[in-house]
C-alpha cells in the first residue's frame, strides 16, 4: 500500500488580496520526517493549519490519509497529534492530568488510558514529574510533554510547529532522538523549522517561500542539486570585503560563515583563476582560499535568491 | 457518530473543574462572597422605611402647646433632631448645620390657633433627593394630624356644657353622623402575598439573581478567553473534541458551583432572615433555566473576546444596566414603558418575575411559563451563539 498519509494537491490559501499559499503540491510517504523550511510568514503555518482542519483551502484540496482535510475534518482530527510551537497545555494541571484530559478529549477508553499514560512518561522520561504542574517544568521538559499529550491517542501522523524553537542544544538533541524513535515506529512526522541544521536531520525537505514551493527532495538530493563545489575565501578586513564583493556583477551572492565568505558564483572556477594572476582590490587582503561542501543554508538560499546559476538542475 | 459524546464532555469538564479547584484565590472567593453578600444586602434592604433624618427644630413660639407639638414630632422616628436657636435667621442654611430638614415653628403660632387663624409651620427640606424629601414632608405632616387630633379632643372636653345640652337636642342619626366625621374613616387592609410587608422578602431573588449572575457571567466568560489568550485553545481546537462538546463540557463545573451557591445563599435567607421558600421543584427549574442562560451569556461574552480583559470589561458593561433595570430590588413598574422593554431582555428580570411569581405568590405554572420560556430560548441562543463563534475561529 503507498498511499502517501499527507496528499497536497494544487492546494492555496488566500486572505482577503494576500496569497498566503500558492498552488502547493506534494505527497507525504509514510514513515518520513518531512521537514517543512522557510522563513517566518512563507505559508508554513497556513499549510499546517489547512492540514488540521483549522482554515479552510480557498483553492484545490488537501487530504490526510486519504481524508479530505477540511469537510472531514472530524474525522482527520483523530489520524494526527499536533504539538504547537508556543507551549499549549495547561500550566495549572499536571503532567498527568494533561495526559488525562487529552486522552478523554481523543476518546481513549478509560481502561487503556492510564496504561498508555504509563508509557509515555516513560518515552518522554517524566516519569518523576507525574504530579508535577506542567507550569513549573523546564522549557525543554514541557515541549517533551507536549509530544507526550499529543501521542496519547497513539496517530500515525505527527505535526511539530518549530519543535525546538528556544530550547537548549541538550533538550533539542533529546527531542530529535524522540522523532527519530517516532519515526522507526512507522510514524510519518511533518516538522516546520526555519532552522537549517534541523532540516539535515529530515529525511525529505520541502522549501516554501512566499507560499511557493521552491523544492521538495531529501536532503541529499538537494545538495547534490548544487554545483560540487563551492568557493569559500578568507579576506581582510571581513566586513568591507562583504560589502565590496556582494556588488560584484559575477557574483550571485556571498554570504558569511565561520568567518570566511562563500561565494555563489555559476563560474566559480574561472573567477578564482583570474583572482589568482589579478586581485582587483588592493585595499582588502586575500588570505586564503578552498573548496567547501554546500549545507542546507547555502541550498535553501541559492533556491529561495534565485541563484539558478549555481544549481546544476532545480528540483521542483 | 453520536451528537455528543459522554466521555468528550467529561473530560472538558474535569479539566475545566481542576482550572476552578486550582485557582485557590478565586474559589475563595467564590465560596465565601455569596453568602457575605447576602448578609449585607438583606440587611442594606431589610426595612424601606427612613429614618433619623438629620434635622433643625427651630422653636419660635416657646409657649406650652408648642411643647407638646415638639413632644410629639420628637417621637417620630423619620427625624433625629437638633435644636436650634429661636432667633436664628438662617434656619433654610441647611448645609450649614449639617442637616436635611429644618422645621420651623413661627412666633404667634399658638395664638393663631387659639383665633382659629393658624399660621402654617416653616418647613426647609433637601430637594437634591425627591425620596427623602417627599417622606420628611409625609412625616412632619402625621405628626402635625397626631397633634391637631388631640388639640380636637381636648378642646371637645373643654367645650361648655351648654354646647352638650345642645347637642342633645338633635337627632340621633343626626349626632351619629356628626361622631363619625370627627374619627378617620377606616380601611380593613389585609396583605396579600407578603403579609409582614418585609422588604427583604421581595429583595431575595433580586439578591440570589445578582450574585449568580455576576459570578457566573465573570467567571465563565473567561473561560474561552483565557484559553485563547495563553494558545490552548489551539490545542484544544485539533483535538477530535467537537464544538458543543467544549462548550457544555466547560459549562458543567460552573453549574454544579452554582448551584451549590444558590443552596448556600438559600439558607443563608432562610436561618439568617427567616425567609421561607415555597414551591421547591418550581423554584429549582427556575434557578436552573436562569443559571443556564447566564452561563450561555458568559460563554458568549467569553467566545466573543479576545482576552480576559476583554471578557471582563464585556461583562461590566452588560451588568451595568443589569444592576439598575432588572427589577431586582425595586418594581419595574417604576420605570417608564420604553425602558422597561429593554429590562425584558435581561434574564434577571425573567428570574426575578418568575421567583417572586412561585415563591411569594405562590402562583401556578400558567403565570410564570412566559418567563422560563423566554430563559430557556436565552440559554439556547447564547449557546448556539457560542458554538457558532467557536467554529467561526477555524475560518
Known amino acids: 500500500m503507498n498511499e502517501p498519509v499527507i496528499m497536497l494537491d494544487h492546494l492555496s490559501k488566500s ?87 487529552f ?49 496519547i491517542h497513539d496517530p500515525r501522523l505527527l505535526f511539530f510547529d518549530e519543535p525546538t524553537a528556544g530550547l537548549d542544544p541538550v533538550h533539542r538533541q533529546q527531542i530529535w532522538n524522540l522523532l527519530y524513535d517516532l519515526s522507526n515506529e512507522g510514524k510519518t512526522i511533518f516538522v516546520t523549522t526555519h532552522y537549517m541544521d534541523e532540516a539535515e536531520r529530515c529525511t525529505e525537505v520541502g522549501f516554501i517561500e512566499e507560499g511557493l514551493l521552491l523544492a521538495k527532495a531529501p536532503p541529499r538530493a538537494l ?69 567547501v561542501e554546500p549545507d542546507m543554508e547555502d541550498v535553501f538560499t541559492a533556491y529561495s535568491q534565485g541563484y539558478h546559476g549555481v544549481l546544476t538542475k532545480i528540483i521542483p | 457518530m453520536k451528537w455528543l459524546s459522554f466521555e468528550a464532555v467529561a473530560s472538558v469538564a474535569y479539566k475545566e473543574f481542576l482550572h476552578i479547584y486550582r485557582d485557590r484565590r478565586v474559589l475563595l472567593l467564590v465560596l465565601t462572597l455569596p453568602p457575605l453578600f447576602t448578609l449585607l444586602f438583606g440587611h442594606a434592604f431589610e426595612t424601606g422605611e427612613l429614618t433619623d433624618v438629620p434635622s433643625l427644630l427651630v422653636n419660635q413660639d416657646n409657649t406650652p402647646r408648642a411643647q407638646t407639638f415638639i413632644d410629639i414630632i420628637s417621637k417620630n422616628k423619620t427625624f433625629a433632631w437638633r435644636r436650634g436657636s429661636p432667633d436664628a435667621k438662617d434656619a433654610a442654611d441647611l448645609i450649614a448645620h449639617g442637616v436635611q ?29 425627591i425620596n427623602t424629601a417627599d417622606a420628611v414632608e409625609g412625616s412632619v405632616r402625621q405628626s402635625l394630624g397626631d397633634f391637631q387630633l388631640k388639640q380636637r379632643d381636648s378642646m371637645i372636653e373643654n367645650l361648655p356644657e351648654e354646647v352638650f345640652e345642645l347637642g342633645k337636642q338633635l337627632p340621633v342619626q343626626i349626632r351619629k353622623r356628626f361622631v363619625s366625621m370627627m374619627e378617620m374613616w377606616g380601611i380593613d387592609r389585609k396583605v396579600l402575598y407578603n403579609p409582614k410587608s418585609r422588604v427583604i422578602d421581595y429583595v431575595v431573588p433580586g439578591i440570589i439573581g445578582l450574585i449568580l449572575q455576576l459570578l457566573t457571567v465573570t467567571l465563565m466568560a473567561c473561560t474561552i478567553a483565557r484559553e485563547r489568550e495563553s494558545g490552548t485553545l489551539y490545542q484544544l481546537m485539533v483535538t477530535s473534541l467537537r464544538r458543543r462538546e467544549i462548550v457544555i463540557g466547560k459549562m458543567l463545573p460552573y453549574l454544579v458551583v452554582s448551584a ?48 480576559q480583559t476583554q471578557a471582563i470589561q464585556f461583562s461590566v458593561f452588560f451588568l451595568l444596566p443589569v444592576f439598575v433595570l432588572s427589577g431586582a430590588f425595586a418594581p419595574l413598574q417604576q420605570l417608564p414603558t420604553a425602558v422597561r422593554y429593554i429590562s425584558e431582555l435581561f434574564p434577571l428580570t425573567h428570574f426575578c418575575r418568575a421567583f417572586r411569581l412561585v415563591n411569594m405568590y405562590r402562583a401556578g405554572p400558567e403565570f410564570y411559563s412566559v418567563d422560563l420560556l423566554v430563559l430557556f430560548a436565552g440559554a439556547l441562543i447564547t449557546f448556539a451563539g457560542a458554538v457558532f463563534l467557536l467554529r467561526r475561529i477555524e475560518q
Open chain 2, 260 to 307: 451549590f451557591l444558590v443552596t448556600v445563599i438559600m439558607l443563608v435567607s432562610n436561618l439568617h432572615f427567616g425567609v421561607a421558600f415555597y414551591q421547591w421543584p418550581a423554584l429549582a427549574v427556575v434557578c436552573l433555566l436562569f443559571l443556564l442562560c447566564s452561563l450561555g451569556l458568559g460563554l458568549l461574552i467569553s467566545a466573543f473576546s479576545r482576552t
Open chain 1, 103 to 151: 486522552g478523554g478529549a481523543y476518546g481513549v477508553p478509560g481502561s487503556e488510558l492510564e496504561q498508555r499514560i504509563g508509557r509515555l512518561l516513560h518515552v518522554i522520561d517524566l516519569e518523576e514529574k507525574r504530579n508535577t504542574a506542567a507550569q513549573s517544568l523546564s522549557g525543554g521538559m514541557r515541549q517533551l510533554l507536549a509530544i507526550g499529550c499529543a501521542l
Open chain 2, 101 to 129: 430638614a429644618a422645621l420651623v415653628i413661627p412666633a404667634g403660632w399658638n395664638e393663631s390657633l387659639e383665633n382659629g387663624d393658624p399660621k402654617p409651620l416653616l418647613l426647609y427640606v433637601d430637594g437634591s433627593d
Open chain 1, 223 to 291: 545538495k547534490s542539486s548544487f554545483r560540487s563545489r563551492l568557493l569559500e575565501i578568507d579576506v581582510e578586513p571581513l566586513m568591507p570585503a562583504l560589502v565590496r564583493l556582494r556588488g560584484l556583477p559575477e557574483l550571485l551572492g556571498v554570504s558569511l560563515r565561520s568567518g570566511g565568505l562563500r561565494l555563489y558564483a555559476s563560474e566559480p572556477e574561472k573567477l578564482i583563476a583570474r583572482w589568482r594572476e589579478h586581485w582587483p582590490f588592493p585595499d582588502l587582503r586575500l588570505l586564503g582560499e578552498r573548496w
Open chain 1, 15 to 101: 486572505y482577503g488580496n494576500v496569497q498566503a499559499v500558492r498552488d502547493l503540491s506534494l505527497q507525504i510517504e509514510r514513515g518520513t520526517i518531512f521537514g517543512f523550511l522557510g522563513p517566518n510568514g512563507a505559508g508554513k503555518t497556513t499549510t499546517m493549519r489547512m492540514l488540521c482542519g483549522l482554515t479552510h483551502p480557498t483553492g484545490g484540496r488537501a487530504a490526510i490519509e486519504g481524508a479530505h482535510v477540511w469537510r472531514d475534518r472530524q474525522e482527520v482530527r483523530t489520524k494526527f497529534g499536533y504539538v504547537p510551537q508556543r507551549f499549549s497545555l495547561y500550566p495549572d494541571l499536571t503532567v498527568a492530568e494533561n495526559f488525562r484530559f
